[in-house]
């Protein structure tokens, strides 16, 4: 599987993205990257779509492939992509505070920590549905690491429900626009792959 191994603030400041959003609690030094020359309208279209690809850690071919799922979906299907790209297990798995980052989550996934609804599951790149139950597998809720989230807990999103005595978590309802809490115009991304 390829993975993007470049510097992950050098691609924050290119993309003119804070790195918190990316679950990287450092900032840059350097100022921001300022181009004399604009932008052109492919130039901003490709931008957006590589700043949604860059926060959920996808690669190209994953990402066209949800998009046209998107689009096949009834509704607006900019609207769509988001809402696909925020029921990926992996991100929710990040946004319920089992994991700092996605690609910790992504990685704790594969290694076979979480269930979902009773039965093991290791793929990140799954699409849940309302209703559906994480939890973390109990062997794993005696490691450190899980031990520890309970006493570190942050707020969760309102379309999720987190139990953190127990570990585990429920989708109550389909994430919408005003859940996806970093600045991307997705309407972009659609013109982009209209062309």
């Known amino acids: 599987m ?8 050098k691609r924050c400041r290119r993309l003119e993205l804070e790195p918190q ?17 604009k932008l ?13 690809k860059f926060v959920y850690g996808m690669q190209e071919k994953q ?5 046209n799922r998107a ?7 900019a609207e769509n992509l988001l809402q696909l790209l925020e029921r990926r297990f992996d991100n929710v798995v990040y946004r319920m505070g089992f994991a700092a980052t996605r690609r910790e989550a992504r990685q704790l996934i594969v290694h076979g920590h979480f269930r979902l ?10 699409i849940l549905k309302e209703g559906d139950v994480i939890e973390v597998k109990e062997r794993s809720k005696k ?17 999720l429900e987190v139990d953190r ?12 626009r005003e859940h996806i809490d970093y600045p991307i115009e997705e309407h972009m991304i659609t013109e982009f792959y209209s062309r």
């Open 165 to 176: 005595e127990n570990l585990n978590g429920k989708i109550l309802n389909l994430p919408t």
């Open 71 to 77: 689009e096949k979906m009834p509704g607006v299907a």
């Open 143 to 159: 490691s450190p690491k899980f031990r520890a989230l309970a006493e570190t807990f942050s707020g969760v999103q309102n379309w």
């Open 40 to 52: 052109s309208q492919y130039g901003m279209q490709l931008r957006e779509k590589q700043k949604a």
């Open 63 to 67: 990402f066209k492939l949800l998009f």
């Open 117 to 126: 609804n009773g039965k093991k599951v290791d793929i990140p790149s799954q």
């Open 21 to 37: 959003v990316v679950g990287i609690n450092k900032k840059s030094k350097r100022q921001s990257m300022q181009t004399t020359k």
């Open 2 to 9: 390829a993975r993007e191994r470049g510097p992950i603030l």
